[in-house]
């Protein structure tokens, strides 16, 4: 017997539901995230575990031939990364003589724009060094909570991704059995669309990350800024977070700048070469790369990053628009949730739906067959494919 709740009942249910959602992952984020992360470093270690299979390879030995493959790119990735760092701690005396002298320059412009003399402003800095030492002990500990937790995430990482890819079929049986025989079509072309996406998605990001370092690297080498692949390679993985990690990206590349050299007209060059190797990015590279396949809108991503980082940091800030194209996946084959996949998705509508009532019915033949006709039926709206 099929009961048949009232419209607002049934969006109440999904707004609980959402809550109910984001306050598990917030509560379990340690044990959720390495899950998650693990699940994604699956589906993009798939095809190499795949190829280890027709070459007839033990399933076993596949999979952690394939994890080793993969921490061993992930070794080399970070390896680069503390050599350009070790370049930066052996400028060291030069860098603190360009602090230094960043320091005195502003501090002469305050003396001069605000009558605010280098005694007061000593004075300010020492009382405000004195809270920070007062607080040393707070942050000491956080910071190794945080380190511990780390740790821990990554050593689990390793776990997970062996028996996500293991126990797959028990896994993907588990979702084919959780749905009636009728939708198991749907299941299966969504599964398939799901791992597609993901794949394509993870790998542009990978690529996307080599690109950025070589072009943003190479034209501050060419412009003579010190730390040029250091600067490269920061912004490249900042940038995976979207848009919040850019700006982050940007604040830093001058940090570096101005830590390196006296020479004002250097951090322009560098805002300069990051906005246009950002616009390359976002409008040639990156779209034909990754394609079209990751349709979310940029409210929706700004609003998923923000609340992901919230809920589970910077975990959560990264892996947001990977969930939110899963979801969005769901949402568009299911016609309950389907103007949650609306709500999305990048495809705007032309018309207003205040002025256009065709533009109200969640059924997509309706909507091309009665085209721009405004005298659509309140029973017409409420017609399902």
Same mark, same amino acid.
């Given at each position: 017997m099929d009961i048949k709740l009232p419209a607002t009942v049934k969006r109440s249910i999904e707004l609980l539901g959402l809550c109910a959602l984001v306050f598990v992952i917030s509560v379990g984020k340690e044990i959720v995230m390495p899950i998650l992360m693990a699940f994604f470093i699956s589906i993009l270690l798939l095809p190499i575990f795949r190829l280890l299979r027709k070459w007839k390879f033990p399933e076993a030995v596949a999979i952690v031939c394939s994890i080793v493959i993969g921490a061993l790119m992930i070794a080399g990735i970070v390896g680069f990364l503390s050599y350009q760092v070790s370049i930066l701690v052996s400028d060291f005396p030069e860098i603190q003589k360009n602090v230094n002298a960043h320091i005195n320059n502003i501090s002469t412009w305050i003396n001069e724009k605000m009558h605010f003399s280098s005694t007061q402003q000593v004075t300010l800095l020492k009382q405000q060094s004195e809270k920070m030492v007062s607080n040393a002990g707070s942050m000491l500990s956080?910071?190794?909570?945080?380190?511990?937790?780390?740790?821990?995430?990554?050593?689990?990482?390793?776990?997970?991704?062996?028996?996500?890819?293991?126990?797959?079929?028990?896994?993907?049986?588990?979702?084919?059995?959780?749905?009636?025989?009728?939708?198991?079509?749907?299941?299966?072309?969504?599964?398939?669309?799901?791992?597609?996406?993901?794949?394509?998605?993870?790998?542009?990001? =990978?690529?996307?990350?080599?690109?950025?370092?070589?072009?943003?690297?190479?034209?501050l080498a060419i412009?003579?800024?010190?730390?040029?692949?250091?600067?490269?390679?920061?912004?490249?993985?900042? $940038?995976?977070?979207?848009?919040?990690?850019?700006?982050?990206?940007?604040?830093?590349?001058?940090?570096?700048?101005?830590?390196?050299?006296?020479?004002?007209?250097?951090?322009?060059?560098? =805002?300069?070469?990051?906005?246009?190797?950002?616009?390359?990015? $976002?409008?040639i590279l990156m779209p034909r790369i990754v394609g079209s396949k990751v349709k979310i809108n940029a409210l929706m991503s700004i609003v998923g990053v923000i609340i992901g980082g919230s809920v589970a940091g910077i975990s959560g800030m990264f892996l947001s628009l990977p969930v939110m194209a899963i979801l969005k996946i769901?949402?568009?084959?299911?016609?309950?949730f389907r103007h949650w996949g609306?709500?999305?998705?990048?495809?705007?509508?032309?018309?207003?739906?205040?002025?256009?009532?065709?533009?109200?019915?969640?059924?997509?033949? =309706?909507?091309?067959?009665?085209?721009d006709d405004e005298s659509a039926s309140p029973q017409e709206e409420n017609d399902k494919p």
């Open positions: 956080g910071a190794a909570v945080s380190l511990s937790s780390v740790f821990v995430f990554v050593g689990l990482l390793p776990i997970y991704v062996f028996l996500i890819m293991y126990y797959k079929n028990l896994l993907l049986r588990f979702v084919f059995l959780w749905f009636s025989r009728d939708y198991h079509e749907q299941v299966e072309l969504g599964l398939k669309e799901i791992e597609s996406i993901i794949k394509s998605y993870l790998v542009g990001l =990978l690529i996307q990350i080599t690109y950025i370092t070589v072009l943003l690297g190479g034209a412009f003579g800024i010190k730390h040029a692949l250091l600067i490269g390679i920061i912004f490249g993985i900042l $940038n995976l977070i979207p848009y919040i990690g850019a700006l982050i990206g940007n604040l830093l590349g001058v940090l570096l700048t101005l830590t390196s050299s006296q020479d004002l007209s250097q951090v322009f060059t560098v =805002l300069i070469s990051i906005a246009v190797v950002q616009f390359l990015d $976002n409008n769901v949402f568009d084959r299911t016609d309950e609306v709500l999305l998705g990048d495809d705007r509508p032309a018309l207003s739906p205040i002025n256009h009532p065709v533009m109200r019915l969640r059924n997509k033949r =309706l909507r091309e067959k009665q085209g």
